[in-house]
């Protein structure tokens, strides 16, 4: 189940934290309609991982984006299988291992930014308390996928 939950995180990350999807979604997806809101939270962990600085923003700023995006996977994978075993030896059903893949994925999420933020050119608590709820968002809206993933494989 670990395995399943951190490759689902891994593909959420690489599919829809690339630049070419990060910079689609802000063109296209309108954020005043509920499927543009879900299409422009994907791009959370955006990630760029060049030295190509186009976009204006510190070096800082894009590392700590890279760093999140790759803290996002490490912690999925950390919290999911810290857990999963014990948890889940004592509850069985697949809801145990829905609500078990989503949390953890919520959780990872808000660590994810609340540990970057401070890497940024404008570090500050209250910086890190908005990239911990934006992680929160995000994991809340998209973490229901890592969660279904992890009950498929909880089923086999």
């Known amino acids: 189940m670990t395995g399943t939950a951190v490759l689902i995180a891994a593909i959420l990350v690489l599919a ?20 543009g809101f879900f299409l422009r939270e ?5 990630w760029r991982f060049t030295s ?3 976009t204006g923003a510190a070096l800082r700023d894009l590392l700590a984006a ?5 803290l996002l996977i490490a912690l999925t994978a ?23 893949g ?7 999420a808000a660590l994810a930014g609340l ?3 401070f890497l940024s050119s404008n570090a500050s ?16 809206f998209v973490g229901w996928i890592v969660g279904a993933a992890a009950t498929a494989a909880r089923r086999r």
């Not at 950390?78 to 078990?100: E, H, N, Q, T």
């Open 16 to 35: 829809f934290g690339n630049p070419a999807y990060v910079d689609w979604a802000n063109r296209n997806a309108d954020p005043n309609t509920a499927g």
């Open 42 to 46: 994907l791009t959370w962990p955006a």
């Open 52 to 54: 190509q600085n186009d």
């Open 66 to 70: 890279d760093i999140k995006a790759l």
């Open 78 to 100: 950390a919290l999911v299988g810290g857990v999963s075993g014990a948890l889940l030896a004592s509850a069985r059903g697949s809801l145990a291992a829905f609500i078990l």
């Open 102 to 108: 989503w949390g953890c994925f919520i959780l990872a």
């Open 115 to 117: 540990l970057t933020a």
């Open 125 to 140: 608590v209250r910086g890190a308390f908005d990239w911990a709820a934006g992680g929160a968002v995000y994991g809340l």
